[in-house]
Nanobody, 121 residues
C-alpha cells in the first residue's frame, strides 16, 4: 500500500507556472505507475499525465501537451507535474494517483487528497 500527499497548488495568473509535487510513502514507489488527474466543478475527473515506473513512457492529455511535464524521482519517492503557460481552463483540483499496472492507463489504486490549482485571466 502507498500513501500519497500532494503539494504545490495555488493561485496564479494566466500564463504563469506551478509545480506540483506528490510524495509517496513506502519503499515500493518505483513499482508503481504514477499519474496526475484533475477535476473541475461539474466535470468528470480527467487523466492529465502519467509516467511509467522507470520514466520510459509518459502520457499527456491533448489539452496540456507542450505545457505540462511529468517526472519522477524514485530515490525521493516523488512525482512532479510542472505546469507552464497555465490557462483558466486548467483550474481544478489536481490529484496524484498510483497504479500497480504497467500501462499508464491504469486503473489507479491509490489516490492523494488533492491540491487546488486556480488560474485567473
Amino acid at each position: 500500500q502507498v500513501q500519497l500527499v500532494e503539494s504545490g497548488g495555488g493561485s496564479v495568473q494566466a500564463g504563469g507556472s506551478l509545480r506540483l509535487s506528490c510524495a509517496a510513502s513506502g519503499r515500493t514507489f518505483s513499482s508503481y505507475t504514477m499519474g496526475w488527474f484533475r477535476q473541475a466543478p461539474g466535470l468528470e475527473r480527467e487523466r492529465v499525465a502519467a509516467i511509467s515506473r522507470i520514466s520510459d513512457t509518459t502520457y499527456y492529455t491533448n489539452s496540456v501537451k507542450g505545457r505540462f511535464t511529468i517526472s519522477r524521482d524514485n530515490a525521493e519517492n516523488t512525482v512532479y507535474l510542472q505546469m507552464n503557460s497555465l490557462k483558466p481552463e486548467d483550474t481544478a483540483v489536481y490529484y496524484c494517483a498510483a497504479s500497480s499496472k504497467v500501462l499508464t492507463s491504469g486503473p489507479y489504486d491509490y489516490w492523494g487528497q488533492g491540491t487546488q490549482v486556480t488560474v485567473s485571466s
